[in-house]
């Protein structure tokens, strides 16, 4: 496909449960983003990979985040023993060069709502 | 630390209305700024970009912004709405030479026919 594919689209949970979220790049680009998005706010920044290496994860809640993106193309963000202040939209976006300056390109997004 | 401001939250208009949503930032170096819009049931798509020349920055759609380095200011304009613009705005900035994006809380933009 043409643009960045996320999936699933919706996800419901109960609380304590693991999520996996699932981020297909732009085939080719070398950066890929997550942001969580609450509802009423803008996206904020939760970690940035540039092909399989993770530079920066400093925007991750807790530990209880994880994100991997091995092959430098697909990537998982997981979530760990989910808390209802999870819900969010989770989105992915990629650019197609590295570091800050390039537009990036954002998935539908997965909104997880934590029961 | 470093944010970004967007004084209306919610903004009704008519067709035809001019357009100027607001965006400031707080950082004091060279920046990098955007505007992304979010049509209903769509996803973030880039409208414009500023990253260093010409202040004036023409986008898609009819849209452009301008970026006042005095002000901390980068707002976007059009000078007649249509009821295709009824979609959510964002404002966007990164520090220059930083990939971390710092978003404001959005515009949402209602176009009455």
């Known amino acids: 496909g043409a643009g960045v594919s996320q999936s699933p689209r919706y996800k419901v949970a109960k609380r304590g449960q693991d999520v996996a979220l699932r981020c297909d790049p732009i085939?080719?680009?070398?950066?890929l983003f997550w942001y969580q998005q609450a509802l009423g706010q803008g996206p904020e920044f939760l970690t940035y990979?540039?092909?399989?290496?993770?530079?920066?994860k400093s925007g991750l809640p807790s530990d209880r985040f994880f994100a991997e993106r091995p092959e430098g193309s697909v990537s998982t963000l997981k979530i760990q023993r989910t808390q209802q202040e999870d819900s969010a939209v989770y989105l992915c976006?990629?650019?197609?060069?590295?570091?800050?300056?390039?537009?990036?390109?954002f998935g539908d997004g997965t909104r997880l709502s934590i029961l | 630390a470093q944010s970004v401001s967007q004084h209306n939250h919610h903004v009704i208009l008519s067709e035809a209305a001019s357009l100027e949503l607001g965006c400031n930032y707080s950082?004091?170096?060279?920046?990098?700024l955007f505007w992304y819009v979010q049509y209903p049931g769509q996803h973030l798509q880039l409208l414009l970009k500023?990253?260093?020349?010409d202040p004036l920055v023409k986008g898609i759609k009819g849209f452009e912004a301008e970026f006042i380095k005095s002000k901390f200011s980068f707002n976007l304009r059009k000078p007649s709405v249509q009821w295709s613009d009824t979609a959510e705005y964002f404002c966007?900035?990164?520090?220059?030479?930083?990939?971390?994006?710092?978003w404001g809380a959005g515009t949402k933009l209602i176009i009455k026919p």
């Open positions: 966007a900035v990164t520090p220059d030479s930083n990939y971390q994006l710092i």
């Open positions: 990979f540039q092909n399989e290496a993770q530079l920066d």
């Open positions: 950082y004091g170096g060279t920046v990098n």
């Open positions: 085939s080719g680009h070398v950066s």
């Open positions: 500023y990253f260093s020349g």
């Open positions: 976006a990629s650019s197609i060069g590295e570091g800050g300056g390039q537009p990036q390109h």
